[in-house]
């Protein structure tokens, strides 16, 4: 099983937000793209893979919102605004919530009031990798066989939690000399393991 773990630093987390400006709802757009690269591949699911998309904007944060490919029904499409409808539907489910409660919206859909730093915890350290320019090469990594990889969307992780992944002993990986768009990051990671498993 391969994790994402993508934190939206301003994305909504009520559905009260325009599936006609996505770029004016946090660049909602990054996490729709990100969501359908994690998910999808030549118009497949994959059948391996969990996204959890936490969401710290306005005007109820933290929520996150996760896909699991295992249990996932049918979506109405991979684009970003399907995509993005799905997410908003399932904040509309999630209006409301105790923290820590968590509440199903589609089959392999849920929303929960969990924060990130909560999720990280739920993990072991030895499956933790973050992604960092200045981290070892992916391909001289030695990866847990049920890795989770967590990234940011277009603002870099706030200094703290740089700090703190070093605390909890996740892995700072790299993917290459450049800074990449967060969704083809994921593309990149799939692509990795995908030869490691062929």
Do not use: W
């Amino acid at each position: 099983m391969r994790e994402f773990i993508l934190r939206a630093r301003k994305g909504p987390t009520s559905p009260d937000f325009s599936l006609d400006d996505l770029p004016a709802a946090g660049h909602f757009e990054v996490v729709a793209h990100c969501v359908s690269n994690a998910l999808f591949f030549a118009n497949h699911i994959r059948d391996d893979t969990t996204i959890h998309t936490v969401l710290d904007g306005p005007s109820d944060p933290p929520k996150t919102v996760s896909f699991d490919s295992r249990n996932l029904g049918s979506l109405k499409g991979f684009d970003e605004r399907n995509i993005a409808e799905t997410i908003r539907s399932t904040l509309e489910e999630g209006v409301g919530l105790d923290t820590n409660a968590s509440k199903s919206s589609l089959l392999g859909v849920t929303v929960a009031k969990r924060g990130f730093e909560r999720l990280l915890q739920e993990r072991q350290p030895e499956q933790l990798y973050y992604l960092e320019r200045k981290g070892t090469d992916i391909r001289d990594t030695d990866l847990h066989e049920e890795p989770t990889f967590v990234f940011t969307d277009f603002l870099s992780m706030p200094r703290k939690t740089d700090k703190y992944l070093r605390r909890l002993g996740a892995t700072p990986i790299s993917l290459g000399p450049r800074l990449l768009f967060a969704s083809h990051c994921i593309v990149l990671v799939h692509n990795e393991l995908d030869r490691r498993s062929a």
